[in-house]
């Protein structure tokens, strides 16, 4: 990973482990289950952010490392694992 994308990733994993960490006190304290849904939601979204930025880097740098070096294995082996991680985050 890129150093600009692994900053940003890591800000935004401490923030997420932060939301996380509220939403344990909030199930601690019986808080309204509509409150902690919410929050759950955020949270979610929140890592689909940080996983399509690691996507994108990946893409960026990785697969058009592939690309550029013309190697056909490598080309279709990154093309695959990106296949494969389309296809299970949408599950």
Do not use: F
């Not at 808080?31 to 902690?36: E, F, P, S």
């Not at 952010?49 to 490392?65: F, P, Q, S």
């Amino acid at each position: 990973m890129r150093s600009p994308t692994k900053e940003q990733v890591q800000k935004r994993l401490s923030r997420i482990e932060g939301q996380v960490r509220g939403l344990s006190r909030m199930v601690e304290e019986d808080r309204y289950c509509i409150d902690i849904i919410t929050q759950l939601s955020a949270v979610r979204a929140a890592l689909r952010r940080v996983e399509e930025e690691v996507l994108k880097d990946h893409v960026g740098h990785c697969v058009e490392h592939a690309i550029r070096s013309g190697d056909a294995e490598d080309q279709r082996r990154k093309v695959a694992e990106l296949m494969e991680v389309i296809v299970r985050s949408e599950r």
